[in-house]
DNA sequence: TAGATTGTTAATCGATTAACAATC
DNA sequence: TAGATTGTTAATCGATTAACAATC
């Protein structure tokens, strides 16, 4: 187990073969980097090489057992155990992201929903009430949580992540369409429906 | 203008240098690479690199108009039009993104959505009706749409995937949490909240 | 002019691929 | 045993950085 310092890229890839995996777990016991790799369209070497960092997880002649690699995947990137998440704000992808089922079997659970516009706050979604964005930093705080879902508009998000991290929070997925800077022992990804699409129209025509 | 095969690492920056430089508009008519570096959390050199590559659009000493770089760069990106977007699947995901206020600006407009659920189907969002899925090929080809978003359960993304394909599309933005096959002159972007979480979840305590 | 910043080169750094011995 | 597939090495390929002449 060679855990010091693997480049990010890979780790970046993990949880794309991870969820392959989970899926391809349905169907059968065995799997190998070649059939592995065309699922997710990557290598077979590189799949081989990743996974080859962390310990080794094959068999030669036989390949991986697709349960053995999804439990050691999910402990190397520590969703072995659920982590809670807080989404700030109370809008439709803050709604959506409330009401995702695809979290829970995943690592993840949302745990509180925070808006700041007051007629918002005390309205139910789901199994959550939205709650006051002004009681944020001390409630996360208070409950330890250390992942947080920013869907507030651009012009709040840096406002809202200063805050977040006040309260403690290490990792930021942002889907205010706009860059965000954190202090560098906080992680943050970004999600931004319009930004990705104009990554494909350079192909286009 | 040396547009020979640029590497996609450097398309892909091209959209976050754009989304800085429309919110760093509102407050100046220049720039540098060392200040959009800063909003960008990337290095100087390499903005002016990766800018280089298209044309000499800055000027030694004074920097990048903003307003001409933002230009030059919705040229490159292909989003100096209006793009139409299919949507293909209507529930939480699909409503949202049917309600989007943050496209039209951006080079895309969404033109229709599509779901499978017949109880769905004639269902307003906004502007929109959701669309019977079965008349999908049909209606994409003849507006001649080339992307689409798709927001459907992991279970059917393959095979609307592959509708999309055969209708002409060329650029999917996939929601569903499953990587997909296409025919390599077609573009995928995948957003996954999971698997973007599980990205930060190995640096974390 | 003096100061600032580009565009570009060369050097460095990092990631991917191909190949194969080991071995199930 | 024969066939398959791993883990790993070395070679290749590609991306980033540092530095600086050119010039606004």
Redesign the interface.
């Known amino acids: 187990m060679n855990s010091d310092n693997i480049p990010d890229i890979i ?2 890839r ?3 073969y ?3 995996l989970q ?1 391809m777990a349905e169907k059968g016991m065995k799997t190998s980097s070649q059939e592995l790799g065309e ?3 990557i290598s077979a070497a590189q799949i081989r090489k990743d996974i080859s960092q962390f310990g080794e997880f094959g068999k030669q002649g036989t390949g991986y057992s697709i349960g053995f690699l999804i439990d050691k995947l999910r402990e ?4 072995h155990h659920l ?1 809670e ?1 807080a989404i700030v704000g109370a809008g ?2 803050g ?3 409330a ?2 089922q ?2 829970t079997n ?3 659970r949302v745990a509180m929903i925070f808006d700041t516009d007051a007629s918002k706050v005390g309205e139910k979604i789901g199994e959550f009430t939205i709650e006051d964005a002004s009681k944020m930093v001390e409630r996360i705080r208070a409950a330890k949580i ?2 947080a ?1 920013v869907t507030v508009p ?1 012009s709040t998000a840096q406002e809202v992540t200063d805050k977040l991290v006040q309260a403690g929070v ?2 930021i ?1 942002n889907y205010a ?3 965000i ?1 954190v202090p560098n022992n906080v ?1 943050v ?1 970004y ?15």
Do not use: C
């Open positions: 780790i970046g993990l949880p794309i991870l969820r392959a899926r699922h997710v369209g190397i990137l520590k969703i982590w998440v439709d992808i709604h959506a992201l009401r995702y695809g979290f995943r690592g993840f250390k992942m879902m651009a290490k990792a997925l369409p706009t860059s800077n992680r990804q999600i931004d429906p319009a930004t990705h699409l104009q990554r494909m129209t350079y192909y286009l025509e």
